[in-house]
């Protein structure tokens, strides 16, 4: 059976007052993250397998925001085996219970300082023209490592998406300064 039924954490809304701690999703994660992916506006859906996966295989290089047992946001990324200096960064999302408050560049830089992300110096994602958030939040990471974005088509709307999804743009920034990063942990 294929029913989808939301996960019992998200049926009420998580309260605004507690705070937000970061930590690595774990297979438990997954159906919330799911979920949190399925309430954006930009993200597009995987399956609740994908989820799953991603919470266990990436979870080094991946990061949750929980508001008690709450998942509020999240980053998924990896390190591409043909790039060890790179982070990929697949998806962005925050709840809008914890939207306008720097969550998605905090989260971020948690998974940068990370030992994982040790040899990182490039993070790269894709984005669509028109997700002004994530490309803000992109733009602030280089700013604030004094660094530049090369942007260019890595998925064109005819070639690999057959007209059904609009052309995604790699931005690449770097190279990262470590010492910028591992200050905004202190």
Not at 21 to 46: M, W, Y
Not at 88 to 110: E, H, I, P, S, Y
């Amino acid at each position: 059976m294929t029913t989808f039924q939301e996960a019992p954490a998200l049926q009420e809304r998580p309260d605004p007052r507690q705070s937000i701690q970061l930590r690595p999703p774990t297979s438990e994660d997954g159906a919330p993250v799911h979920n949190l992916i399925r309430k954006s506006a930009f993200l597009d859906d995987n399956s609740l397998y994908c989820y799953l996966a991603i919470c266990t295989h990436f979870s080094q290089t991946s990061v949750v925001a929980t508001m008690g047992e709450d998942i509020v946001g999240l980053v998924t990324a990896y390190i591409p085996p043909e790039q060890p200096d790179t982070l990929f960064v697949w998806q962005v999302a925050v709840d809008t219970v914890a939207q306008k408050q720097g969550l998605a560049g905090r989260m971020l830089n948690a998974i940068l300082a990370a030992d994982a992300c040790k040899a990182v110096k490039f993070v790269e994602t894709t984005v669509t023209s028109d997700n002004a958030a994530s490309r803000a939040m992109f733009a602030s990471l280089a700013r604030r490592n004094d660094c530049g974005i090369d942007e260019s088509v890595m998925f064109d709307r005819q070639t690999h998406f057959l007209n059904l999804h609009d052309t995604e743009y790699k931005l690449r920034i770097g190279p990262l300064s470590k010492d910028t990063l591992d200050g905004e942990q202190k």
